[in-house]
């Protein structure tokens, strides 16, 4: 008898480990503040573009996402060593491409500008021969897209670590540009005091794409392609855009529907 039970829970054991598990699982995003796709208010409730996104494939999945706002560069280290789950909003680049494994559709376009003071118009016309002795600015850890890095490694570069630093020392003339997105800048300059007013110049510096990203583990790509399939969903039932619209936040031409 005493044989036959031990048995049936050797059994059971395995039973059990092939099988989902009854609880619901928990999983951890992350990203930095990003107007519109990733904020956190007064009472600690998390919204944006991502956040819709991201709950609506839990409540499919029957998961359960937890978020945490941290600094860009910690929450990208974060999903790359497995930490987190899932990484919001990351543009695709190269060296990313080496640590991340980016989901198979972006979900949000962002325009890259230079931002100028108004009381200053100063010549750019595409060209970065003409920004050649200006003192630029642009932000720790944001990718700008290959021609920017490119053209600007002879460039004088000041880096800031949030994007709040960049635009006061831009308004008080520390700087001649600063390259950022209109979506995050446009948001900030509604709700801080800046000595003199700074606007985007034509024409743009580059258009980058906003991507969920996952470690580059094996055990995490079924949650990626689980995604995936989910978003190409959302895409073709007309969700994202109707989303999307509703955040104010544009979208790439092919997630669009007819």
């Known amino acids: 008898m005493a ?12 039973l059990a480990s092939l099988c989902p598990q009854a609880e619901a699982e928990e999983l951890l995003a992350v990203g930095t503040s990003f107007s519109q796709i990733f904020e956190q208010n007064a009472n600690g409730e998390y919204s944006g573009l991502g956040v819709d996104i991201l709950n609506r494939f839990a409540e499919k999945q029957k998961v359960t996402i ?7 560069r910690r929450a990208q280290s974060m999903v790359e060593r497995g930490q987190a789950d899932i990484l919001i909003g990351p543009y695709i680049s190269e060296a990313r491409q080496k640590i991340l494994a980016f989901s198979s559709l972006a979900f949000y376009r962002d325009d890259i500008v230079f931002y100028a003071r108004t009381d200053n118009p100063l010549p750019w016309d595409g060209n970065y021969d003409s920004i050649r002795g200006l003192r630029i600015g ?7 897209g290959y021609l920017f890095n490119e053209r600007t490694r002879s460039l004088t570069i000041n880096e800031f670590s949030d994007l709040k630093s960049g635009i006061e020392r831009l308004s008080r003339g520390d700087l001649d540009l600063l390259a950022s997105n209109i979506r995050n800048t446009q948001a900030l300059l509604a709700q801080i005091k800046i000595p003199q007013a700074i606007a985007p ?7 980058q794409d906003g991507f969920m990203a996952f470690p580059k583990y094996s055990q995490f790509q079924p949650l990626q392609e689980s995604f995936d399939l989910f978003m190409q969903d959302m895409v073709q039932s007309g969700e994202l855009a109707s989303l999307a619209k509703a955040r104010g936040v544009s979208i790439p031409d092919t997630q669009l529907t007819n």
Not at 3 to 14: A, D, E, G, H, T
Not at 66 to 72: C, D, E, G, S, V
Not at 201 to 207: L, R, V
Request: charged share 10%; hydrophobic share 40%.
């Open 66 to 72: 937890h978020y945490q706002i941290a600094p860009w």
């Open 3 to 14: 044989f036959r039970k031990v048995l049936i829970s050797y059994s059971l054991f395995i």
């Open 138 to 144: 642009k932000m720790q850890g944001w990718s700008y």
């Open 201 to 207: 110049i034509s024409p743009t510096i580059d258009t």
